[in-house]
């Protein structure tokens, strides 16, 4: 069988076009493939779709807005009245006070945005040899070249040449190998960036008091801390942002995922006082960053439509319902021998397994069950359900997962 037309992302190049499952459809927490089959969606797509599929709200939006006009461009003088509305809101439920909000397209292009308007902000306000960025090990931080040089999975590397200059890496949670790259290079750093419960790089929350030890480390050091919240915001730790579950102040915050639950592309970054002070001290400065569909008028409607959703339903508050039937039905599937532990944070957890037991060959057997669950390389499973998910198919991911995890 030939190769499909369509390269996809994250897989096989090689791969024939059989070797791919053609999802039509979804309905709340479930989504069918085009023989009708159905799948508890237990990864929320790719860690996003929070308040499920199906909802014509938010097509009735986004309809709406291009039926007045999709987009324009926001560049210099244009802006549109959706943008702003959504920017205020967004400014409103930012866990620091004073916010502005740069929109991108998704998560990669907020990270991007993050690394360029930290060292930007201190190169205007005087301290331009301040561009050091410090990431960790593991972490994902997407697939642009400076989040490709922050992601802490040496795989996500390889192979694409040169990556961007003064970002290196620290293991996660050891605040004395942190100490000891400052000792050496703390006038140069620009921020330290690090996701609150690392997602794609293997479902970890953080040792306690190891983000407040990065906090008083960039305040130590006149440094900006920048959260990725791509996973972490818009309620999957039960907050609408895990800076606020953690009680920690970010300079820098990238959203993206939640923020739509998929049905526009849509990210950004809401960047504190610290950071758009500089950037306006001087009234002739020009930000000459941006991206064709920064502020997309669509995608930023389909925004509002969702955080409406959430708001109104109480998904943020039951994000903790889930997180917790579901955390307490996998727990008990460790057992030790295959099953080594769980691991995460409210709504979001991962299995990790001992070596012989593939993380892949599990996915399989659960698709087989009737849920879709995400292989993170070949000893972790993860699972990120849209919160909308109904306890009885929390209770099917569980039995199913139990079924998979034992049948190899």
């Known amino acids: 069988m030939p190769t499909p037309a369509f390269l996809h992302p994250f897989a096989r190049p090689a791969a024939p076009a059989d070797a791919y499952l053609d999802i039509v459809r979804g309905e709340g ?63 409103g439920l930012s866990p620091f006070p004073d916010a502005r909000v ?15 308007l930290a060292r930007l902000a201190h190169f205007v306000a005087g ?3 301040r561009t050091l960025v410090v990431s960790r090990a593991p972490s994902y931080h997407g697939v642009a070249y400076a989040g490709t040089t922050a992601t802490g999975l040496p795989l996500n590397q390889r192979g694409f040449g040169p990556l961007v200059p003064d970002i290196v890496q620290v293991p996660k949670d050891d605040l004395g190998a942190l100490d000891r790259v400052l000792a050496e290079h703390g006038h140069r750093l620009a921020a330290i960036i690090a996701e609150p419960v690392i997602g794609a790089g293997g479902v970890y929350p953080p040792a ?3 983000l407040e030890g990065l906090r008083e480390r960039c305040d130590a050091h006149g440094a900006y801390l920048v959260l990725d919240e791509v996973i972490c915001g818009f309620g999957r730790l039960g907050t609408w942002f895990a800076a606020g579950h953690y ?25 504190g006082p610290a950071v758009h002070g500089p950037l306006s001290a001087d009234p002739e400065f020009v930000l000459r ?16 439509a ?24 996998l727990r008990s599937l460790v057992d030790g021998e295959r099953v080594l532990e769980l691991r995460g944070e409210g709504a979001v957890w991962a299995l990790g397994f001992a070596p012989g037991l593939d993380a892949v060959a599990v996915r399989e057997r659960l698709l087989e ?37 034992g049948a190899g």
């Open 29 to 91: 927490a479930a989504v069918f493939d085009a023989g009708g089959r159905r799948y508890v969606d237990a990864i929320a797509s790719l860690w996003y779709c929070a308040v499920g599929y199906g909802r014509r709200r938010i097509a009735d939006a986004v309809a709406e807005q291009i039926c007045r006009i999709p987009a324009y461009c926001t560049f210099d003088r244009f802006t549109s009245a959706t943008t702003d509305r959504l920017c205020e809101r967004l400014r």
């Open 102 to 116: 740069f929109l991108t397209s998704g998560g990669s292009e907020s990270v991007e945005t993050a690394v360029k």
């Open 127 to 129: 301290r331009p040899e």
């Open 208 to 210: 306690p008091g190891y």
């Open 247 to 271: 009680g920690v102040r970010p300079d820098l915050l990238t959203f993206a995922k939640a923020v739509t639950s998929g049905y526009q592309p849509l990210g950004g970054v809401l960047v």
């Open 289 to 304: 960053h941006g991206f064709t569909y920064s502020g997309h008028a669509a995608a930023c409607a389909a925004a509002l």
């Open 306 to 329: 969702n955080l409406e959703i959430m708001e109104e339903e109480g998904l943020v508050e039951r994000a903790r319902h889930v997180g917790a039937r579901l955390s307490q039905g």
């Open 369 to 405: 069950r009737g849920v879709i669950a995400r292989p993170l390389g070949p000893s972790a499973l993860a699972f990120c359900p849209p919160l909308v998910i109904e306890d009885a198919d929390v209770d099917l991911c569980v039995e199913a997962t139990a079924a998979a995890v």
